[in-house]
């Protein structure tokens, strides 16, 4: 059982399913949180776009000589580097130059708030901002990087995040900054930043995030190595600095505290010069935004509403102070080490000592295993998995606490309660035998059965007294159960009016899909002497389709606990209750698909009736009509060779000439199906289709 555990959680973490890796995250989030972090560097400062700035100076965009004189002030001062989280994407609509061209003015002594912004980025050091789209391609040029980026040990595969599109600054910007970095923070799949990206490629280059830019160019350094291992990127060497990342080049934030841990000053008064000099001297400036409406907050384990400028705060201040979270890049070979270390000693516990002394120790294990994942953390600074090895402990102290309450269980009433509504005494008895794995889902190739009442709830509504509607529809549903049974196959369930029902679970059946077509056509054939019996008794006769199809499916006992059943589920299910739904359509009383039909060996009449995409599904399926045992003989071979030319001119788009045919059978023998074909014809001959595929496209179930 041990080691079951560990081969399970291992797996689990080689996969890393999105539920698991969400409850590692939440873990390790905790952890941040009622850990006491380092202060923040005093050396970054914010320049914040708040909402005292939006009031003083109007709404954003400001107009780009009002970021000049920021950008102006901010140098006067002294500052180091200053980085924009910020993108000038379009023209400043709002500089004279441009409103007097829209009104056919002359311009020739107007200012032009861009070029106003190009000249100051020529004697600042401002680091502009751009973004990267890593889902839509674009053909924008990203900025020129200034850097020369050396990749160490790579392999042919790219590491790191790969953008298709990029949000450049405009031209006359963008040409005179000194240098840009991507301002993207991609948070991962339940939202939260947690590792921010130092390198991108795009169009086979390498571009370096805001941050990153900023420290290289306040270093300046002109070269940038990448080194690599087995793995993937280990780190990133700039100057004297070493920065650990993942294998795709993103380092993991090790935040210092929640919202407004750096120092923010804001923008107005930067603008206004109403500021300390000292408090921007020497120092790293960020200039973003902190205003709710600006819609520049993100989501960390601090907080759900934290600003997105403080993110790059945050990165700073992990590379230049050297403090950083390492996520090793064996992680997954400690996280089965953990795994394993962790079972094998809750399992020695709970072995070898009595329940009330286990559970104690157990625990006590669980907290020292966490106490050794914060620690690891907090004082080696580095990154453990924080799921995988106490949901293995929990598990391990759940399942050999009660295996022995398991192990008393008895498996064959288990299977008599089961099966004992849903397949013949004959097979029940040969589960009782074969029990041992009954109950552990498995993917089968199963032939699975729908049949539903046509207008049923008219039906129902004749009816004035709830018994004798239940008494007519089980007067139905006996003999159709009956049939289900004696063909070997298993019922998994009524719902209302119809039945469903499949075979080759749990027991193999040989000839499963001849056996639920052969119970499909003594159904309707029982049918027609039920229907004689009800009209004697002046109930109303009963009128069913049945859908059939073979795929794929998950067979075993699935629920929640205590309260689970023996069924299948996937994919092929849905399809065969859209093929059942689908007889109404064609006017039929047993639709099968074409995967049924290639297993057939007996015979049986059969006629194609319409290639089909049903609702949720992407690939088409060719459905056929079952009109019962034997050959088509006589007049029905003939009018069967008549419809198949009709069926294959349509199907080369001759709508006109199958049109005709159609309509010549439909006169002779009416049927909705031939209705149907004739009233498409002429759609598409209005229409003029070009590139007709022969797909019949099912926008409702």
């Known amino acids: 059982m041990s080691v079951t555990i560990i081969i399970v959680f291992g797996l689990l973490a080689l996969i890393n399913p999105t539920p698991l890796d969400k409850i590692n995250n939440t873990l390790s989030d905790t952890a941040f949180v009622f850990h006491k972090p380092k202060p923040a560097d005093k050396r970054i400062i914010i320049v914040d776009i708040d909402e005292k700035s939006l009031k003083s100076l109007g709404q954003w965009p400001w107009s780009r000589n009002k970021i000049a004189k920021i950008l102006t002030n901010l140098t006067k001062a002294g500052a180091a580097v200053i980085g924009l989280d910020i993108v000038f994407a379009e023209k400043d609509n709002s500089s004279p130059i441009n409103i007097a061209k829209q009104a056919n003015i002359p311009i020739n002594t107007l200012d032009d708030y861009d070029k106003i912004l190009a000249d100051t980025l020529t004697k600042t050091p401002v680091i502009t901002g751009f973004i990267f789209d890593l889902e839509h391609k674009n053909t924008n040029t990203a900025p020129n990087s200034n850097a020369l980026y050396i990749q160490r040990g790579k392999d042919e595969q790219n590491w790191l995040l790969e953008a298709k599109g990029v949000t450049p600054n405009i031209p006359i910007i963008q040409n005179n900054a000194l240098a840009s970095g991507s301002f993207n923070t991609i948070p991962d799949d339940d939202g939260v930043v947690r590792r921010v990206p130092l390198l991108f490629s795009y169009d086979d280059s390498i571009y370096p995030s805001l941050s990153f830019e900023m420290i290289r160019s306040l270093l300046g350094s002109k070269r940038v190595d990448i080194l690599?291992?087995?793995?993937?990127?280990?780190?990133?060497?700039v100057a004297d600095l070493t920065i650990p990342s993942d294998r795709h080049g993103r380092l993991y934030v090790n935040y210092h505290g929640g919202a407004k841990t750096y120092r923010y000053i804001s923008a107005v008064d930067i603008y206004n010069s109403n500021f300390n000099q000292k408090d921007i001297q020497n120092n790293i400036i960020i200039i973003g935004t902190s205003a709710v409406g600006l819609l520049d907050l993100r989501s960390t384990p601090f907080s759900n509403a934290y600003p997105g400028v403080e993110v790059h705060a945050n990165v700073i201040d992990n590379i230049?102070?050297?403090?950083?979270?390492?996520?090793?890049?064996?992680?997954?070979?400690?996280?089965?080490?953990?795994?394993?270390?962790?079972?094998i000693s809750t399992a020695l516990i709970i072995m070898f000592t009595s329940p009330v002394v286990s559970f104690f120790l157990s625990i006590g294990f669980l907290a020292l295993l966490e106490t050794f994942l914060y620690q690891t953390l907090f004082k080696e600074h580095i990154l453990l998995n924080f799921a995988y090895p106490i949901l293995a402990t929990l598990s391990t102290i759940f399942i050999l606490s009660f295996v022995k309450i398991y192990k008393e269980y008895k498996q064959k009433e288990l299977i008599s309660?089961?099966?004992?509504?849903?397949?013949?005494?004959?097979?029940?008895?040969?589960?009782?035998?074969?029990?041992?794995?009954?109950?552990?889902?498995?993917?089968?190739?199963?032939?699975?059965?729908?049949?539903?009442?046509?207008?049923?709830?008219?039906?129902?509504?004749?009816?004035?007294?709830?018994?004798?509607?239940?008494?007519?529809?089980?007067?139905?549903?006996?003999?159709m159960s009956e049939i289900i049974i004696e063909k070997e196959g298993t019922i998994d369930k009524y719902i209302g009016d119809a039945i469903m029902a499949y075979w080759n679970a749990p027991l193999r059946v040989q000839n499963h899909a001849d056996k639920a077509l052969?119970?499909?056509?003594?159904?309707?054939?029982?049918?027609?002497?039920?229907?004689?019996?009800?009209?004697?008794?002046?109930?109303?006769?009963?009128?069913?389709?049945?859908?059939?199809?073979?795929?794929?499916?998950?067979?075993?006992?699935?629920?929640?606990?205590?309260?689970?059943?023996?069924?299948?589920?996937?994919?092929?299910?849905?399809?065969?209750?859209?093929?059942?739904?689908?007889?109404?359509?064609?006017?039929?009383?047993?639709?099968?698909?074409?995967?049924?039909?290639?297993?057939?060996?007996?015979?049986?009449?059969?006629?194609?009736?319409?290639?089909?995409?049903?609702?949720?599904?992407?690939?088409?399926?060719?459905?056929?009509?079952?009109?019962?045992?034997?050959?088509?003989?006589?007049?029905?071979?003939?009018?069967h060779k008549l419809y198949l030319y009709a069926k294959r001119l349509y199907s080369e788009a001759r709508f006109e000439e199958s049109y005709k045919l159609f309509a010549q059978i439909n006169k002779q023998y009416p049927h909705k199906l031939y209705a149907l074909y004739m009233q498409r014809c002429k759609d598409y001959q209005n229409k003029k289709i070009k590139d007709f595929d022969g797909i019949h496209r099912f926008t409702t179930k």
């Open 417 to 479: 309660a089961k099966f004992a509504k849903k397949v013949s005494p004959q097979v029940a008895a040969q589960l009782m035998k074969n029990s041992k794995d009954i109950f552990t889902t498995s993917q089968e190739e199963i032939t699975i059965f729908f049949s539903d009442i046509r207008n049923f709830t008219t039906i129902s509504e004749s009816f004035e007294n709830p018994e004798k509607l239940i008494n007519y529809l089980n007067t139905y549903m006996s003999p």
């Open 518 to 639: 052969s119970a499909a056509i003594d159904q309707i054939n029982h049918l027609k002497k039920l229907n004689q019996t009800l009209q004697k008794n002046a109930y109303p006769p009963i009128d069913i389709g049945i859908g059939i199809h073979t795929g794929l499916a998950i067979v075993g006992e699935m629920g929640s606990q205590g309260r689970s059943d023996y069924t299948v589920i996937g994919d092929s299910i849905n399809l065969g209750s859209r093929i059942e739904g689908l007889c109404k359509t064609y006017g039929a009383k047993i639709l099968i698909s074409g995967k049924s039909k290639a297993l057939l060996q007996n015979e049986y009449r059969i006629r194609e009736v319409d290639l089909v995409q049903v609702k949720g599904k992407n690939q088409a399926v060719m459905i056929y009509e079952v009109l019962g045992y034997g050959r088509f003989e006589g007049k029905e071979k003939e009018l």
């Open 228 to 237: 690599y291992d087995e793995n993937g990127i280990s780190n990133i060497k």
């Open 320 to 343: 230049i102070n050297q403090d950083f979270i390492q996520v090793p890049s064996d992680n997954i070979a400690r996280t089965l080490t953990l795994i394993a270390i962790s079972v």
